[in-house]
């Protein structure tokens, strides 16, 4: 390397993809004289003297002979010809080398020319050369300490390199780090040169599995090279390759496909389709369309990516090794197992002539043909090779590696196979431990999508140890250690996250964050016009980049807080419950099916898992079998809610299969939390049938919701309610949804429609609700204060601005889920109607849905019907815009709407909607509701609801269980039938539809 890194220029320009092989080939298109044929075998005698004469160490000699080498070559091709400009190049870099700037300068404006007339002004070849030029003046700037700090870097950056590719990653960091120090000081931190050290030390810490490391340098990277080279320039290909490499590593498959997309198409157009970068591209989108399952679009990528790397790396280098092995884990995903052994063992050999037997690429194909063989039944075959992978890992990555981990799960997983659980059980809890190391200090940069991708990325290795310890004779209780610590992960880190933010030094940032949520919310509902369409989706995907890289800095800023947050282990929990209080917690998960020859990795089946906690009581652990008939009859029941004898079969079907199996394990207690998963987060088990015929289990027990059991200790050991004089509430309701949105002064109009699907009429029951809600309020607390916000006034700023004021919230309006594609929802109830998915806005784009599931969900305030304005709240407040409010002082939050309960189904996080973004932000308890319910009926049950609560003082759990009780034993009919659903006999009780919807979540006392 030069002493002031210019290589990195050679590395950038490539000169329409010139190599140095590149520079010394003539164009065969015109049949060679006699004269030219000389001329080039000239030019090739010189090539090869400056090449000898620079490995010497021969500076001087090696000018001449490359000045020779030019003449020819100009000869052969042209003065401007790509050969010519690549040696021209290649002087004045010599020339850096022993510091004669003024010679060095002069060659590179040649070169600046050349690039000029052929590629024009604005080509980032001709950009480069322009920069060389720049450095080069700036080197001759510099005294000579800071160039040979310079040349020492570029020494130390080349022995990083040389570590890095033997597999000693460890050994690299330190020759990494310095260089990079040398640049940031010398050149400065917007240079392409830092830049280029910075992707190098995070890709160490790739390697190392160092995550929470890597992220945040590769997008500095990236940054530095959109800014300093451009969005089409090759180098920032490379950065946006790297990100993209480390969101497939971390789960984050959405982002990653984006990435290397943009990648793929600035490589090809920038240095053409035959090149190493491409082929590098090509190779990881195939990888990505791999974990996607759509072998389809992955075997022509991966089989071009082995073609275009034969062709220029040769079949002995180490990224051909690479696609081999590729191209056998795709054939042996779509059942070609004799090909894929075939090329599995190529690579393997190949491996181990390039790289050695104590390399983690060797192990890599080890571990494939492990697979391979535990694929085909051949367990036996496949121990010693899984054996051999943990222990090349533990030796080269680490024992705290997510490849380690991965190592210990396929070894685990094949001693399961084989029934010997002895020895799979530690080995499972190993791996867990690590998996569980690895994502608190990944979260500390991610995004909450990025983190809920991550959990999911690393789920098999959970799931394989339960198919282990619930089995009949297995450890399910002990197994509960690792659900409770597994389960709500995200939603944990989320409110420790939120109570770090309210640092008086993180404020501006959560005030930013806060900001850009709620313009992207607006932009997400808005129809544009026509010719605004690409500026509306361009403006979306900057303001979601945006709101990520917000989240991630917040993570990374509160991490010290969150750092100090203790464990939760299951004695814990037990420790905290109430003596007549039972926990149960129920997980889905795929369950590996039993029989050695059947366990090729895919084959599994999804269930049901039951953990009942008890104060004095072991854990129990219960699988309750296949979730897909639980799926099924719940989804029964909610057609008509329970109200026809299909639903009425269902129910029972359900106590059978959930409730039946729990019974003997729940002592003497009446009150249960419930923390769900999958299905059952849709459906109230309040409503299942109770002991006696005809009967529910809500006149049993009491029912409540604890999303993240984890949070149970820290919820129950918090303060208790304050005074009455503390005593505060907001109301919202009686909402003028047409109400005029007027942009604040100085603002023009948008531009920007509303589907005329999200529109909302006014519900008249809630003027009555909130007035009978504040008359109960002010007999129970005599010196507390109530605020109304109604008609124009209840609009989304105020109850932004208002709400973290208020212990008690009460809001009665209308609320929607919308998964993606939108269902069609109907009036006069508390919803919103569904857009077609032909609108542009979007949650109509399945994509852009699922990478901000907490819009789709909101409450629904004044002024929603007219157009957005910019400055202006839209009058929709998304689960994504509640979430980021500090509510930690709010007791109570009633989402007296519907749906509010409902939202994205995540494994092991429950629904990502309204009723999680109240608790993520510091509601202590919420009531909501999972589906559209009677506007009459809600009225008449939350006056009894805060008559108990308020009058009576009753606990909230109770004085909901009281209020439904009297719905369905008293409730009047008028108005409240379910239309055109077929009805049961009842003996006059209600039925579920019109009292089971409401569920009270979080602390229930």
């Known amino acids: 390397m030069s002493n002031c890194a210019l290589p990195m220029l050679i590395r950038l320009m490539l000169f329409c993809a010139v190599v140095l092989q590149g520079a010394a080939t003539v164009s065969a298109a015109e049949p060679e004289t006699v004269a030219t044929l000389q001329d080039r075998q000239a030019f090739e005698a010189c090539w090869a003297d400056a090449e000898r004469l620079g490995q010497e160490n021969k500076p001087a000699e090696a000018l001449a002979s490359l000045e020779q080498a030019l003449v020819l070559q100009q000869k052969l091709s042209g003065e401007a010809s790509p050969q010519s400009v690549y040696i021209l190049s290649c002087i004045a870099r010599t020339h850096e080398e022993q510091r004669q700037f003024s010679e060095a300068e002069s060659r590179w404006r040649r070169v600046l020319d050349a690039m000029t007339r052929q590629y024009g002004p604005d080509d980032w ?186 062709e ?161 004779d297995g450890d399910g209780a002990q197994a509960y250690a690792s659900v409770l610590t597994w389960k709500g992960t995200v939603f944990s880190r989320q409110r420790q996250t939120k109570l770090a933010a309210a640092q008086p030094e993180l404020a501006p940032l959560l005030a930013e964050l806060r900001e850009t949520t709620g313009r992207l919310a607006t932009l997400a509902f808005a129809v544009p016009v026509p010719e605004q369409q690409q500026a509306w989706r361009t403006r979306l995907e900057d303001l979601s980049q945006e709101k990520e890289r917000l989240e991630a800095d917040l993570a990374r800023r509160s991490e010290a807080f969150r750092k100090s947050s203790q464990r939760v282990t299951p004695d814990v929990v037990q420790a905290a419950l109430p003596a007549d209080v039972v926990l149960v917690d129920f997980l889905e998960y795929d369950r590996v099916l039993s029989g050695s020859q059947s366990e090729a990795g895919t084959q599994t089946e999804r269930h049901l898992a039951a953990f009942v906690v008890r104060r004095g009581s072991p854990v129990a652990a219960l699988d309750l079998g296949p979730a897909a008939p639980i799926q099924e009859a719940i989804g029964t029941w909610l057609k008509t809610y329970g109200n026809s004898r299909a639903a009425v079969a269902a129910a029972g079907e359900l106590r059978r299969r959930i409730w039946e199996p729990l019974g003997k394990h729940l002592g003497s207690a009446r009150t249960v939390l419930v923390s769900p998963d999958g299905a059952l987060a849709r459906f109230p088990l309040a409503a299942l049938p109770g002991d006696e015929a005809g009967s529910y289990l809500i006149e049993t027990y009491a029912i409540a919701v604890i999303p993240v059991p984890q949070r149970l200790p820290e919820m129950l050991g918090g303060p208790p309610a304050g005074p009455a004089a503390d005593a505060t509430l907001l109301l919202v309701g009686d909402v003028d949804y047409d109400a005029p949105q007027d942009a604040p002064a100085g603002e023009q109009r948008s531009g920007l429609g509303r589907s005329a699907a999200f529109r909302f009429s006014r519900l008249e029951s809630t003027r009555a609700e909130i007035l009978v809600v504040q008359d109960s309020f002010e007999q129970a607390y005599q010196d507390g204060e109530v605020k109304k916000l109604r008609g124009r006034n209840a609009t989304e700023e105020q109850f932004r601005e208002t709400a973290p004021q208020h212990r008690f919230v009460h809001l009665a309006t209308h609320g929607f889920f919308a998964p993606a594609p939108l269902d069609a929802l109907s009036s006069p109830s508390r919803d919103a109607a569904a857009a077609p998915a032909d609108e542009p806005h979007l949650l109509a784009d399945g994509d852009l849905a699922a990478l901000h599931p907490g819009l789709l969900s909101a409450l629904v305030f004044a002024g929603v019907n007219r157009p957005p304005q910019p400055g202006a709240g839209d009058g929709l407040l998304t689960a994504e815009e509640v979430a980021s409010l500090n509510l930690e002082g709010m007791e109570l939050a009633v989402l007296s709407a519907c749906e509010t309960g409902l939202g994205k189904l995540v494994d092991a996080e429950g629904a990502l909607g309204l009723q999680r973004a109240f608790q993520v932000a510091g509601a202590r308890s919420v009531v909501a509701t999972l589906w559209k319910v009677n506007d009459e009926a809600t009225s008449i049950l939350m006056q009894h609801f805060y008559e108990n609560f308020w009058t009576k003082k009753l606990r909230k759990l109770e004085a909901l269980r009281q209020a439904q009780l009297w719905m369905l034993r008293e409730g009047p009919d008028r108005g409240m039938a379910v239309v055109g659903r077929s009805q049961p006999a009842t003996s006059g009780r209600r039925p579920p539809f019109l009292w089971a919807a409401f569920v009270l979540s979080g602390d229930w006392r």
């Open 312 to 472: 220029i790396l040769g079949d002995r280098h180490p990224d051909y090794a690479l696609s081999v092995n590729n191209l056998a884990g795709l054939y042996e995903a779509q059942g070609d197992h004799a090909r894929a052994e075939q090329l599995f063992q190529k690579a393997l050999d190949l491996r181990r002539e390039i790289l050695g037997i104590e390399h983690p690429d060797y192990a890599e194909s080890l571990n494939g043909l492990a697979g391979l063989y535990r694929a085909t039944g051949r367990l036996e075959a496949a121990l010693p090779l899984y054996r051999q992978v943990v222990d090349i890992n533990r030796k080269v990555l680490g024992e705290k590696h997510p490849g380690y981990a991965v190592s210990l799960n396929n070894l685990a997983a094949a001693y399961r196979s084989l029934g010997e659980y002895d020895k799979a059980d530690p080995l499972y809890q190993q791996a867990l431990e690590i998996v569980g190391g690895l994502l608190d200090d990944s979260f500390a940069v991610l995004s909450e999508r990025q983190q809920l991708a991550m959990v999911r990325s690393f789920r098999q290795t959970l799931d394989g140890y339960l198919s282990m310890a619930l089995r009949p």
């Open 125 to 310: 070849q001709t950009a480069d050369a322009r920069r060389a030029l720049e450095t080069c003046r700036l080197c001759a700037s510099l005294p000579p300490q800071q160039l040979d700090r310079l040349e020492t870097a570029s020494k130390q950056m080349d022995e990083a390199r040389r570590l890095y590719h033997e597999g000693k990653t460890s050994e690299a960091f330190e020759p990494a780090q310095k260089s990079l120090e040398t640049r940031r000081q010398i050149l400065g931190e917007k240079s392409p040169e830092y830049s280029a050290a910075l992707s190098n030390l995070a890709n160490l810490h790739l390697a190392s599995g160092d995550y929470a490391q890597a992220e945040p340098l590769l997008r500095e990277a990236a940054q530095i090279n959109r800014e300093a080279l451009g969005r089409q320039h090759p180098g920032y290909a490379r950065t946006l390759n790297d990100l993209a490499g480390l969101y497939q590593s971390t789960g984050d498959l959405v982002k990653a496909e984006t990435l290397l997309a943009e990648a793929l198409q600035v490589i090809g157009d920038g240095m053409g389709r035959h090149n190493a970068d491409y082929a590098t591209a090509l190779n990881n989108l195939a990888g990505l369309n791999y974990m996607l399952r759509r072998y389809e679009r992955a075997e022509p990528l991966y089989l071009q990516a082995l073609q275009l790397r034969k």
